[in-house]
């Protein structure tokens, strides 16, 4: 994967940990911001990006582990829509 590509999936990651905060959603981003890394950090290394990428994957995939139903099933889509689809002119 190339640096470039490590950045996008980690500004989507990002994105994901930025709805369940604004939901309230029981998620533990504590080993992710103790990284100090930003998506737009681009000049940071492919290495740091790859971390942060795992380490918001882990605790994204712990929060859905202990609360199946919770609305991050919908979040998924509403990020992936928003990240994706083109914003009406």
Do not use: W
Request: aromatic share 8%; proline share 4%; charged share 25%.
């Amino acid at each position: 994967m190339k640096k470039t590509e490590m950045v996008h999936l980690h500004m989507l990651l990002a994105q994901f940990k930025k709805y369940c905060e604004g939901k309230d959603l029981d998620c533990d981003f504590t080993k992710y911001k103790e990284l100090s890394i930003s998506p737009f950090q681009v000049h940071r290394s492919m290495e740091e990006h790859k971390q942060a990428i795992f380490v918001l994957a882990l605790a994204l995939l712990a929060a859905t582990r202990q609360k199946p139903e919770t609305a991050l099933k919908e979040a998924c889509i509403c990020t992936l829509l928003n990240f994706y689809v083109p914003k009406a002119p």
